[in-house]
Protein backbone atom coordinates (compact mmCIF):
# COMPACT_ATOMS: atom_id res chain seq x y z
CA UNK A 1 0.00 0.00 0.00
CA UNK A 2 1.47 3.39 -0.97
CA UNK A 3 2.58 5.40 2.38
CA UNK A 4 0.97 8.57 1.10
CA UNK A 5 -2.44 7.10 0.82
CA UNK A 6 -2.85 7.57 4.33
CA UNK A 7 -3.34 10.73 7.23
CA UNK A 8 -4.87 10.58 10.51
CA UNK A 9 -3.92 13.90 12.39
CA UNK A 10 -4.29 14.14 16.38
CA UNK A 11 -2.74 17.62 17.37
CA UNK A 12 -3.17 16.91 21.36
CA UNK A 13 -2.91 20.54 22.05
CA UNK A 14 -4.21 21.10 25.44
CA UNK A 15 -7.13 23.75 26.16
CA UNK A 16 -6.22 26.69 28.09
CA UNK A 17 -9.70 27.68 29.11
CA UNK A 18 -9.78 23.79 31.13
CA UNK A 19 -8.69 23.10 34.43
CA UNK A 20 -4.80 21.35 34.25
CA UNK A 21 -4.85 17.77 36.46
CA UNK A 22 -2.42 17.47 39.12
CA UNK A 23 0.69 16.15 38.17
CA UNK A 24 4.43 15.09 39.59
CA UNK A 25 6.15 15.98 36.41
CA UNK A 26 7.60 19.00 37.26
CA UNK A 27 10.32 19.57 39.88
CA UNK A 28 12.47 23.16 40.39
CA UNK A 29 16.27 23.38 39.21
CA UNK A 30 17.39 24.33 42.48
CA UNK A 31 16.35 23.75 46.21
CA UNK A 32 12.72 25.93 47.08
CA UNK A 33 12.71 27.88 50.55
CA UNK A 34 10.10 25.80 52.32
CA UNK A 35 11.19 27.05 55.72
CA UNK A 36 9.04 30.23 54.50
CA UNK A 37 5.82 28.15 54.26
CA UNK A 38 6.53 26.24 57.42
CA UNK A 39 9.44 25.21 59.53
CA UNK A 40 8.20 21.16 59.69
CA UNK A 41 8.36 19.36 56.46
CA UNK A 42 9.00 15.74 55.85
CA UNK A 43 11.23 14.24 53.63
CA UNK A 44 7.98 13.17 51.43
CA UNK A 45 6.18 16.05 52.26
CA UNK A 46 9.45 18.55 50.81
CA UNK A 47 9.51 16.48 47.21
CA UNK A 48 5.71 16.48 47.27
CA UNK A 49 5.65 20.58 48.03
CA UNK A 50 8.33 21.35 45.44
CA UNK A 51 6.41 19.39 42.58
CA UNK A 52 3.18 21.19 43.11
CA UNK A 53 4.96 24.77 43.68
CA UNK A 54 6.50 23.79 40.09
CA UNK A 55 3.54 22.77 38.15
CA UNK A 56 1.98 26.15 39.90
CA UNK A 57 4.85 28.60 38.48
CA UNK A 58 4.79 26.62 34.73
CA UNK A 59 1.11 27.35 34.42
CA UNK A 60 1.67 30.53 36.23
CA UNK A 61 4.21 31.16 33.37
CA UNK A 62 2.63 29.38 30.60
CA UNK A 63 -1.16 30.53 31.35
CA UNK A 64 -1.67 33.09 33.56
CA UNK A 65 -5.05 32.79 35.59
CA UNK A 66 -5.53 28.52 35.30
CA UNK A 67 -6.43 26.43 37.30
CA UNK A 68 -5.26 23.20 38.70
CA UNK A 69 -7.44 20.69 39.96
CA UNK A 70 -6.83 18.07 42.00
CA UNK A 71 -9.22 15.62 44.61
CA UNK A 72 -10.30 16.09 48.02
CA UNK A 73 -11.87 12.19 47.59
CA UNK A 74 -10.45 10.01 49.68
CA UNK A 75 -11.84 7.18 47.43
CA UNK A 76 -9.86 8.66 44.84
CA UNK A 77 -6.57 8.37 46.25
CA UNK A 78 -6.90 4.65 47.26
CA UNK A 79 -6.77 4.19 43.62
CA UNK A 80 -2.89 4.46 43.64
CA UNK A 81 -3.31 6.93 40.86
CA UNK A 82 -0.11 8.42 42.41
CA UNK A 83 2.11 5.33 43.07
CA UNK A 84 5.54 5.38 43.75
CA UNK A 85 5.53 9.21 43.82
CA UNK A 86 5.05 11.01 47.34
CA UNK A 87 1.53 12.06 46.66
CA UNK A 88 -1.22 10.91 49.11
CA UNK A 89 -4.50 12.62 50.20
CA UNK A 90 -3.25 13.51 53.21
CA UNK A 91 0.22 14.97 51.88
CA UNK A 92 -1.58 16.85 48.63
CA UNK A 93 -3.84 18.49 50.86
CA UNK A 94 -1.94 19.50 53.59
CA UNK A 95 0.37 20.98 51.68
CA UNK A 96 -2.34 22.82 49.10
CA UNK A 97 -3.81 24.11 52.62
CA UNK A 98 -0.42 25.34 53.81
CA UNK A 99 -0.25 27.52 50.23
CA UNK A 100 -3.24 29.04 50.61
CA UNK A 101 -2.75 30.08 54.59
CA UNK A 102 0.48 31.63 53.55
CA UNK A 103 -1.20 33.37 50.52
CA UNK A 104 0.42 31.93 47.80
CA UNK A 105 -2.57 30.09 45.94
CA UNK A 106 -6.21 31.31 45.72
CA UNK A 107 -8.05 28.07 46.92
CA UNK A 108 -11.14 27.10 45.04
CA UNK A 109 -12.44 24.31 47.53
CA UNK A 110 -15.21 22.42 46.02
CA UNK A 111 -17.68 21.11 49.27
CA UNK A 112 -17.49 17.68 50.22
CA UNK A 113 -19.63 15.27 48.04
CA UNK A 114 -20.09 17.94 45.10
CA UNK A 115 -19.65 15.79 41.65
CA UNK A 116 -18.67 17.06 38.32
CA UNK A 117 -16.39 19.27 39.57
CA UNK A 118 -12.62 18.96 41.45
CA UNK A 119 -11.50 21.60 43.90
CA UNK A 120 -8.88 23.34 42.24
CA UNK A 121 -5.89 26.28 43.36
CA UNK A 122 -3.88 28.93 41.26
CA UNK A 123 -1.24 31.10 41.86
CA UNK A 124 -1.99 34.33 43.63
CA UNK A 125 -0.33 37.33 42.92
CA UNK A 126 2.19 36.98 45.74
CA UNK A 127 3.45 33.66 44.74
CA UNK A 128 5.75 35.02 42.05
CA UNK A 129 7.66 37.86 44.45
CA UNK A 130 7.44 35.33 47.15
CA UNK A 131 8.40 31.99 45.85
CA UNK A 132 9.71 32.30 42.37
CA UNK A 133 12.73 34.47 42.40
CA UNK A 134 14.96 35.63 39.99
CA UNK A 135 16.45 32.43 38.19
CA UNK A 136 14.23 30.35 39.43
CA UNK A 137 13.38 27.35 36.85
CA UNK A 138 12.00 24.44 36.48
CA UNK A 139 12.23 20.63 34.78
CA UNK A 140 10.31 18.50 33.34
CA UNK A 141 10.93 14.93 34.61
CA UNK A 142 7.89 12.93 33.92
CA UNK A 143 7.07 10.47 36.87
CA UNK A 144 5.81 7.60 34.84
CA UNK A 145 6.32 6.92 30.89
CA UNK A 146 3.67 3.94 30.46
CA UNK A 147 0.32 5.65 31.94
CA UNK A 148 -2.88 3.57 32.27
CA UNK A 149 -5.76 5.97 32.76
CA UNK A 150 -9.66 4.61 33.09
CA UNK A 151 -12.96 5.41 30.60
CA UNK A 152 -12.91 8.37 33.05
CA UNK A 153 -9.15 9.90 31.96
CA UNK A 154 -7.88 8.79 35.66
CA UNK A 155 -4.62 6.78 36.40
CA UNK A 156 -4.94 3.79 37.20
CA UNK A 157 -2.35 1.24 38.47
CA UNK A 158 -0.79 -1.72 37.07
CA UNK A 159 1.50 -4.78 37.62
CA UNK A 160 5.29 -3.79 36.07
CA UNK A 161 6.01 -7.03 33.51
CA UNK A 162 8.60 -8.02 31.03
CA UNK A 163 6.92 -6.01 28.47
CA UNK A 164 6.32 -2.89 30.31
CA UNK A 165 9.71 -2.82 31.85
CA UNK A 166 11.09 -3.17 27.96
CA UNK A 167 8.65 -0.85 26.72
CA UNK A 168 9.81 1.51 29.33
CA UNK A 169 13.58 1.35 28.44
CA UNK A 170 12.67 2.01 24.66
CA UNK A 171 10.93 5.35 25.81
CA UNK A 172 14.00 5.85 28.14
CA UNK A 173 16.64 5.31 25.34
CA UNK A 174 14.22 7.54 23.11
CA UNK A 175 13.98 10.77 25.71
CA UNK A 176 17.74 10.82 26.31
CA UNK A 177 18.32 10.87 22.47
CA UNK A 178 15.72 13.51 22.68
CA UNK A 179 16.89 15.86 25.67
CA UNK A 180 20.65 15.42 24.34
CA UNK A 181 19.72 17.15 20.90
CA UNK A 182 18.99 20.89 20.95
CA UNK A 183 15.79 21.56 19.84
CA UNK A 184 14.62 25.02 19.17
CA UNK A 185 11.82 27.33 17.56
CA UNK A 186 11.09 30.76 17.44
CA UNK A 187 8.28 32.33 19.55
CA UNK A 188 8.76 29.30 22.23
CA UNK A 189 10.00 29.53 25.85
CA UNK A 190 12.45 27.88 28.18
CA UNK A 191 9.81 26.61 30.01
CA UNK A 192 8.15 25.41 27.13
CA UNK A 193 11.11 23.53 25.73
CA UNK A 194 11.60 22.10 28.69
CA UNK A 195 9.16 19.51 28.41
CA UNK A 196 10.99 17.83 26.02
CA UNK A 197 10.17 14.17 26.74
CA UNK A 198 7.63 11.42 25.76
CA UNK A 199 5.56 9.12 27.77
CA UNK A 200 2.35 6.60 26.33
CA UNK A 201 -0.93 6.98 27.71
CA UNK A 202 -2.68 3.59 27.40
CA UNK A 203 -6.59 3.28 27.97
CA UNK A 204 -7.95 0.43 29.66
CA UNK A 205 -5.85 -1.75 28.82
CA UNK A 206 -1.98 -2.06 27.12
CA UNK A 207 -4.10 -3.22 24.07
CA UNK A 208 -5.49 0.31 23.19
CA UNK A 209 -4.23 3.90 22.86
CA UNK A 210 -0.33 3.93 23.88
CA UNK A 211 0.61 7.13 21.53
CA UNK A 212 3.65 8.85 22.26
CA UNK A 213 2.66 12.39 24.23
CA UNK A 214 4.52 14.93 26.26
CA UNK A 215 7.09 16.98 24.21
CA UNK A 216 6.20 20.79 23.41
CA UNK A 217 6.68 20.26 19.68
CA UNK A 218 3.60 18.26 19.52
CA UNK A 219 1.81 21.42 21.08
CA UNK A 220 2.54 24.36 19.06
CA UNK A 221 0.38 25.24 16.59
CA UNK A 222 0.79 23.08 13.07
CA UNK A 223 1.83 26.57 11.17
CA UNK A 224 5.19 26.74 13.28
CA UNK A 225 6.32 23.42 13.05
CA UNK A 226 8.07 24.46 9.88
CA UNK A 227 10.44 26.92 12.14
CA UNK A 228 11.51 23.84 14.38
CA UNK A 229 15.39 23.47 14.19
CA UNK A 230 17.43 20.86 15.64
CA UNK A 231 21.03 21.36 16.20
CA UNK A 232 20.63 24.87 14.76
CA UNK A 233 19.57 22.97 11.28
CA UNK A 234 16.32 23.78 9.76
CA UNK A 235 13.59 20.40 9.64
CA UNK A 236 11.35 18.69 7.41
CA UNK A 237 8.30 16.50 7.80
CA UNK A 238 6.32 13.60 6.35
CA UNK A 239 3.21 11.77 7.62
CA UNK A 240 0.99 8.78 6.75
CA UNK A 241 -2.25 10.33 4.97
CA UNK A 242 -5.23 9.20 6.41
CA UNK A 243 -3.82 6.37 8.48
CA UNK A 244 -6.38 5.18 10.67
CA UNK A 245 -8.95 4.69 7.54
CA UNK A 246 -5.93 3.46 5.41
CA UNK A 247 -5.35 0.41 8.49
CA UNK A 248 -9.27 -0.26 8.13
CA UNK A 249 -8.95 -1.22 4.49
CA UNK A 250 -5.53 -2.94 5.00
CA UNK A 251 -7.42 -5.21 7.46
CA UNK A 252 -10.44 -6.06 5.23
CA UNK A 253 -7.64 -6.81 2.21
CA UNK A 254 -8.07 -3.30 0.13
CA UNK A 255 -6.69 -0.11 -0.06
CA UNK A 256 -9.08 3.44 0.10
CA UNK A 257 -9.85 4.80 -3.38
CA UNK A 258 -8.60 7.96 -3.63
CA UNK A 259 -8.52 10.64 -0.68
CA UNK A 260 -11.21 8.88 1.70
CA UNK A 261 -12.09 12.28 3.11
CA UNK A 262 -13.62 13.46 -0.43
CA UNK A 263 -17.04 13.07 -0.43
CA UNK A 264 -19.04 15.75 -3.52
CA UNK A 265 -20.96 18.14 -1.54
CA UNK A 266 -19.20 18.24 1.97
CA UNK A 267 -16.07 19.97 3.36
CA UNK A 268 -13.34 17.47 3.59
CA UNK A 269 -12.40 18.47 7.50
CA UNK A 270 -16.30 18.03 8.10
CA UNK A 271 -15.73 14.65 6.28
CA UNK A 272 -12.56 13.85 8.43
CA UNK A 273 -13.84 14.97 11.50
CA UNK A 274 -16.95 12.76 10.91
CA UNK A 275 -14.77 9.96 9.93
CA UNK A 276 -13.03 9.76 12.87
CA UNK A 277 -15.47 10.16 14.74
CA UNK A 278 -17.09 7.30 13.74
CA UNK A 279 -14.24 5.06 14.32
CA UNK A 280 -13.46 6.22 17.27
CA UNK A 281 -16.80 5.68 18.75
CA UNK A 282 -17.71 2.59 20.70
CA UNK A 283 -21.06 2.83 19.57
CA UNK A 284 -22.83 4.11 16.70
CA UNK A 285 -25.19 6.03 18.34
CA UNK A 286 -22.76 7.79 20.32
CA UNK A 287 -20.83 8.78 17.35
CA UNK A 288 -23.86 10.10 15.77
CA UNK A 289 -24.38 12.50 18.73
CA UNK A 290 -21.19 13.90 18.61
CA UNK A 291 -20.76 14.63 15.26
CA UNK A 292 -24.79 16.64 15.19
CA UNK A 293 -22.59 18.26 18.44
CA UNK A 294 -19.00 19.10 17.18
CA UNK A 295 -20.71 19.69 12.75
CA UNK A 296 -23.67 20.64 12.99
CA UNK A 297 -23.02 24.30 14.06
CA UNK A 298 -19.63 24.49 12.87
CA UNK A 299 -20.31 23.57 9.02
CA UNK A 300 -23.76 23.93 8.17
CA UNK A 301 -24.40 20.72 7.61
CA UNK A 302 -27.23 17.72 8.70
CA UNK A 303 -25.18 15.19 10.18
CA UNK A 304 -27.77 12.44 8.67
CA UNK A 305 -26.62 13.33 5.40
CA UNK A 306 -22.91 12.89 6.14
CA UNK A 307 -23.31 10.19 7.79
CA UNK A 308 -25.16 8.23 5.16
CA UNK A 309 -22.84 9.73 2.28
CA UNK A 310 -19.93 8.76 4.47
CA UNK A 311 -21.37 4.57 4.69
CA UNK A 312 -22.18 4.89 0.94
CA UNK A 313 -18.31 5.83 0.36
CA UNK A 314 -16.67 3.39 2.76
CA UNK A 315 -19.07 0.07 2.50
CA UNK A 316 -15.93 -2.19 3.13
CA UNK A 317 -14.98 -0.75 6.73
CA UNK A 318 -18.76 0.43 7.50
CA UNK A 319 -18.96 -2.32 10.46
CA UNK A 320 -15.86 -0.91 12.52
CA UNK A 321 -17.73 2.23 12.72
CA UNK A 322 -18.84 2.60 16.03
CA UNK A 323 -16.93 -0.37 16.80
CA UNK A 324 -14.60 1.52 19.14
CA UNK A 325 -11.51 0.34 16.50
CA UNK A 326 -10.25 3.79 17.18
CA UNK A 327 -8.24 3.22 20.57
CA UNK A 328 -6.75 -0.42 18.71
CA UNK A 329 -5.51 1.36 15.76
CA UNK A 330 -3.87 4.02 18.32
CA UNK A 331 -1.76 0.99 19.36
CA UNK A 332 -0.89 -0.11 16.15
CA UNK A 333 0.46 3.22 14.73
CA UNK A 334 2.25 3.92 18.02
CA UNK A 335 4.33 0.85 17.74
CA UNK A 336 4.83 1.88 13.75
CA UNK A 337 6.22 5.13 15.32
CA UNK A 338 8.49 3.79 17.61
CA UNK A 339 9.43 1.37 15.00
CA UNK A 340 10.59 4.74 12.91
CA UNK A 341 12.43 6.63 15.67
CA UNK A 342 14.28 3.39 16.74
CA UNK A 343 15.51 2.70 12.88
CA UNK A 344 16.54 6.18 12.93
CA UNK A 345 18.53 6.34 16.32
CA UNK A 346 20.04 3.42 14.90
CA UNK A 347 21.53 5.65 12.72
CA UNK A 348 21.90 8.93 14.83
CA UNK A 349 19.09 10.83 13.38
CA UNK A 350 17.00 12.37 15.46
CA UNK A 351 13.21 12.06 14.47
CA UNK A 352 10.10 14.52 16.50
CA UNK A 353 7.39 12.67 16.57
CA UNK A 354 3.93 14.05 16.39
CA UNK A 355 1.63 11.29 16.34
CA UNK A 356 1.20 9.54 12.75
CA UNK A 357 4.44 12.75 11.31
CA UNK A 358 7.64 12.76 11.94
CA UNK A 359 9.71 15.94 11.67
CA UNK A 360 13.91 15.27 10.83
CA UNK A 361 16.90 17.63 9.84
CA UNK A 362 16.24 18.63 6.22
CA UNK A 363 19.19 16.48 5.31
CA UNK A 364 17.93 12.83 6.42
CA UNK A 365 14.45 13.58 4.94
CA UNK A 366 14.78 10.96 2.44
CA UNK A 367 16.06 8.75 5.19
CA UNK A 368 12.93 9.32 6.95
CA UNK A 369 10.65 8.84 4.28
CA UNK A 370 12.54 5.70 3.15
CA UNK A 371 11.75 4.22 6.88
CA UNK A 372 8.42 5.11 7.42
CA UNK A 373 7.58 3.04 4.01
CA UNK A 374 9.26 0.31 5.30
CA UNK A 375 7.53 0.92 8.62
CA UNK A 376 4.25 1.07 7.27
CA UNK A 377 4.83 -2.24 4.90
CA UNK A 378 6.09 -4.25 7.80
CA UNK A 379 2.80 -3.48 9.15
CA UNK A 380 0.85 -4.12 6.19
CA UNK A 381 2.09 -7.78 5.62
CA UNK A 382 1.76 -8.79 9.01
CA UNK A 383 -1.46 -10.85 9.80
CA UNK A 384 -0.28 -10.71 13.75
CA UNK A 385 -1.02 -6.73 13.74
CA UNK A 386 -4.60 -7.37 12.04
CA UNK A 387 -5.86 -9.80 14.18
CA UNK A 388 -4.98 -7.89 17.47
CA UNK A 389 -7.28 -5.07 16.34
CA UNK A 390 -10.26 -7.24 14.93
CA UNK A 391 -9.70 -9.55 18.41
CA UNK A 392 -10.05 -6.69 20.70
CA UNK A 393 -12.42 -4.61 18.49
CA UNK A 394 -14.93 -7.42 19.14
CA UNK A 395 -17.10 -6.22 16.46
CA UNK A 396 -16.97 -9.93 14.97
CA UNK A 397 -15.89 -13.11 15.79
CA UNK A 398 -12.88 -13.60 12.80
CA UNK A 399 -13.51 -17.53 13.47
CA UNK A 400 -14.95 -19.60 10.44
CA UNK A 401 -17.96 -21.15 10.99
CA UNK A 402 -18.35 -24.97 11.37
CA UNK A 403 -18.69 -26.37 8.18
CA UNK A 404 -22.22 -27.15 8.22
CA UNK A 405 -23.11 -23.55 9.28
CA UNK A 406 -25.33 -21.97 6.28
CA UNK A 407 -23.79 -18.88 6.58
CA UNK A 408 -22.44 -16.81 3.56
CA UNK A 409 -19.88 -14.55 3.65
CA UNK A 410 -20.79 -11.22 1.47
CA UNK A 411 -18.02 -9.11 0.04
CA UNK A 412 -18.57 -5.63 -1.38
CA UNK A 413 -15.39 -4.81 -3.34
CA UNK A 414 -15.37 -0.54 -4.83
CA UNK A 415 -14.16 -2.40 -8.38
CA UNK A 416 -17.32 -4.86 -9.09
CA UNK A 417 -20.20 -6.07 -7.74
CA UNK A 418 -21.42 -8.08 -4.59
CA UNK A 419 -19.31 -11.25 -4.41
CA UNK A 420 -20.33 -14.13 -2.10
CA UNK A 421 -18.21 -17.07 -0.70
CA UNK A 422 -20.37 -19.67 1.35
CA UNK A 423 -18.24 -20.36 4.41
CA UNK A 424 -18.74 -24.00 4.00
CA UNK A 425 -16.28 -23.86 0.89
CA UNK A 426 -13.50 -22.42 3.74
CA UNK A 427 -14.13 -24.81 6.08
CA UNK A 428 -13.49 -27.70 3.76
CA UNK A 429 -10.24 -29.66 3.67
CA UNK A 430 -8.86 -29.04 -0.08
CA UNK A 431 -7.70 -25.59 -1.32
CA UNK A 432 -10.58 -23.44 -1.23
CA UNK A 433 -10.26 -21.47 -4.15
CA UNK A 434 -10.55 -24.40 -6.40
CA UNK A 435 -13.36 -25.63 -4.97
CA UNK A 436 -15.13 -22.47 -5.52
CA UNK A 437 -14.57 -22.57 -8.88
CA UNK A 438 -15.40 -26.11 -8.81
CA UNK A 439 -19.15 -24.98 -7.50
CA UNK A 440 -18.97 -22.33 -10.40
CA UNK A 441 -18.07 -19.47 -8.06
CA UNK A 442 -15.66 -17.91 -10.63
CA UNK A 443 -15.81 -14.66 -9.05
CA UNK A 444 -15.35 -15.71 -5.58
CA UNK A 445 -12.34 -17.62 -6.67
CA UNK A 446 -10.98 -14.48 -8.39
CA UNK A 447 -11.99 -12.42 -5.03
CA UNK A 448 -9.71 -15.58 -2.74
CA UNK A 449 -6.74 -14.98 -4.73
CA UNK A 450 -6.28 -11.56 -4.74
CA UNK A 451 -6.80 -11.10 -0.97
CA UNK A 452 -4.16 -13.84 -0.83
CA UNK A 453 -1.65 -12.14 -3.10
CA UNK A 454 -2.22 -8.90 -0.80
CA UNK A 455 -1.70 -11.05 2.26
CA UNK A 456 2.14 -11.96 1.25
CA UNK A 457 4.81 -13.12 -1.32
CA UNK A 458 2.38 -13.18 -4.35
CA UNK A 459 1.84 -16.61 -3.28
CA UNK A 460 -2.14 -16.97 -4.89
CA UNK A 461 -2.78 -20.79 -3.60
CA UNK A 462 -3.98 -21.77 -0.04
CA UNK A 463 -1.85 -25.00 -0.06
CA UNK A 464 1.19 -23.19 -0.71
CA UNK A 465 0.62 -20.05 0.85
CA UNK A 466 3.27 -19.07 3.76
CA UNK A 467 0.42 -18.52 6.05
CA UNK A 468 -1.44 -21.72 5.64
CA UNK A 469 -4.65 -22.91 4.68
CA UNK A 470 -6.20 -22.01 8.18
CA UNK A 471 -4.33 -18.53 8.58
CA UNK A 472 -5.77 -17.82 5.26
CA UNK A 473 -9.15 -18.78 6.22
CA UNK A 474 -9.29 -16.66 9.20
CA UNK A 475 -8.22 -13.43 7.46
CA UNK A 476 -10.68 -14.09 4.61
CA UNK A 477 -13.41 -14.61 7.01
CA UNK A 478 -12.35 -10.95 8.76
CA UNK A 479 -12.59 -9.60 5.80
CA UNK A 480 -16.08 -10.13 4.74
CA UNK A 481 -18.28 -7.22 5.00
CA UNK A 482 -21.28 -8.71 6.48
CA UNK A 483 -22.10 -12.68 7.28
CA UNK A 484 -25.53 -13.56 6.16
CA UNK A 485 -27.18 -16.21 7.25
CA UNK A 486 -28.98 -18.69 5.48
CA UNK A 487 -28.11 -16.76 2.19
CA UNK A 488 -29.48 -17.65 -1.08
CA UNK A 489 -27.87 -20.28 -3.36
CA UNK A 490 -24.46 -18.39 -4.74
CA UNK A 491 -22.92 -18.97 -8.02
CA UNK A 492 -21.19 -16.16 -9.10
CA UNK A 493 -21.62 -12.92 -8.97
CA UNK A 494 -24.87 -11.80 -6.65
CA UNK A 495 -27.97 -10.71 -8.74
Known sequence: MDMHSFNDTNENIDSETRDEPLSYDWRPTSPIDLAQIDQRWSKKQKKAAEAIIAQIYRVAVETPGRWISYSRTKAWWHKDRFAKTPYSYSIVTG????????????HDRRPPGERGRQSRYRASNDFMSRIAAEGFAVDYHPFSLLRLKDHNKNLIPYQETTWTERATKILKEINDATVAADIDCPNTTQIQRAKNQYHRIFNGSFNAGGRLYGPWFQNIPKGNRPSITIDGEATSEADFPSLHVGMLYNLVGGVPDGDPYDICGFERDAVKIAVNILINAEKRRSAYGAIH???????????????????????????????????????????????????????????????????????????????????????ITSPAAGRKVLKFIGHKDETPPPSNAEVCLRFCPSDHETVHIPARTLSGSSDFESALERTGNCQGAALARALMTHLGAGAANSNTHPLGQEAIRRRIYAAADTVAVQPKPSTGMAA
Do not use: C, W
Open 293 to 379: HGLAAKFGLKPQKLVHAIKKRHPRILRFFGSGAGLYLQRQDADIALQIIQSLLSKNVVALNIHDSFRVQEQHHGLLIETMERALSDY
Open 95 to 106: IVQRLADNGLIE
